[in-house]
């Protein structure tokens, strides 16, 4: 029997009344929603390689797919053994008595694909940064090269990251009901509980740079706004294509940024209940509470489940239809508006006719 101070560590056995549905009600829907965003961004590739916006939304691309795949490898590699544990009413430390090597890998698994995503949030949310705040610089120095060379240094930090409690900085622990194994979040040994911290604060750390990277470029794209607006009336005729191309690009980057601040919030949402248990764990009371552990791994688990479902919402083609209609409204009631209203109105011409221009490279 498990002591009161260690109910899970060494546990071997899972108690029979837990019940398996909702772990692999996450597998399934993980699986699916993956898989769905991967073929729909392969969709999208295909079609604007033929578009002139292809080469500057190339990046982004390819970032957004590491993440869905990262997403998908995570849910691949993780959630089978969760439902092997239940069907063999087994924990991880029972799968492997001798050296624990089941637990530790779930561990380093775990680790690795939260910090992973993290870190190509952050890289992303950079990447439009770059792409707003200093376009020029960017069209001159970042290449789909730069994510290809980014994205591999990125796993290969996560990973040292991770192997570092097999140096003997940090360890790596069962929690209840046994099917799950995660850092020691509350540690005896003080090298232990720094590697803890050190997680926590890793993780704290890109989700603040990921909100000011944000904040940075709706302050840039407002600012291109109220240009637009205060130079619109009077050029408007004389300058209708120039504009068109501004509206137009000012709609590509507003679609970017919808789709990572809403995919941003939600890993936010879903991290930080872990991040804190970590810090409450680490430099709290010695009582562990593995209930609150759990509901912190399932949020953030639900992460790797909602992001393609949040990139299929709000794929372009959505976003598309939503802002033409939007824009149609408007449009319907122009005739009573007044004339400081009339850069608005230009808006959403320009982005009806980038929606058509859209829809008619679709269908190639």
């Known amino acids: 029997m498990d002591s009161d101070d260690d109910p899970c560590h060494s546990k071997r056995h899972i108690d029979s009344s837990k019940s398996p549905l909702i772990s692999a009600i996450m597998f399934a829907a993980g699986i699916f929603g993956n898989v769905a965003a991967l073929v729909i961004l392969e969709v ?35 959630s089978p053994l969760v439902q092997l544990a239940y069907a063999r009413n087994t924990t991880m430390v029972g799968m492997s008595l001798e050296d624990n090597s089941v637990c530790s890998y779930f561990g380093v698994s775990m680790t690795f694909f939260s910090l992973a995503t993290m870190s190509l949030l952050f890289t992303m949310a950079l990447e439009r940064c770059f792409a707003i705040g200093y376009p020029y610089l960017y069209s001159r120095h970042v290449t789909k090269k730069c994510a290809y060379v980014t994205i591999p240094l990125l796993f290969v930090l996560c990973m040292i990251f991770c192997l570092l409690p097999f140096a003997g900085f940090g360890k790596y622990v069962q929690y209840c009901p046994g099917t799950w194994c995660f850092i020691d979040m ?179």
């Open 186 to 364: 509350n540690p005896v040994q003080s090298e232990d509980r720094a590697y803890a911290n050190l997680y926590a604060t890793i993780m704290l750390v890109l989700v603040l740079a990921i909100v000011a990277c944000n904040g940075f470029v709706v302050f840039q794209l407002f600012s291109m706004y109220q240009r637009r607006k205060r130079n619109g009336g009077s050029a408007m005729a004389t300058m209708r294509s120039q504009s068109d191309r501004r509206a137009m690009s000012i709609a590509e980057e507003v679609e970017h940024l919808i789709l990572l601040v809403f995919m941003t919030t939600i890993f936010i949402i879903c991290t930080l209940p872990l991040v804190i248990r970590v810090y409450i764990n680490s430099i709290g009371t010695p009582k562990e509470s593995h209930r609150l552990d759990l509901i912190a791994l399932r949020f953030i688990s639900v992460n790797s489940i909602i992001d393609p479902w949040v990139f299929i919402l709000l794929s372009p083609s959505v976003l598309h239809f939503f802002w033409a209609s939007v824009c149609r409204a408007v449009l319907m009631f122009q005739s009573s508006m007044t004339k400081a209203n009339t850069t608005n109105l230009e808006l959403c011409r320009t982005s009806l006719d980038y929606t058509s221009h859209l829809h008619s490279v679709e269908n190639l």
């Open 44 to 78: 999208q590739r295909r079609r604007e390689t033929s578009s002139r916006g292809a080469s500057r939304r190339a990046l982004f691309h390819v970032f957004i797919t590491a993440l869905v795949v990262t997403d998908l490898a995570g849910t691949c590699l993780i």
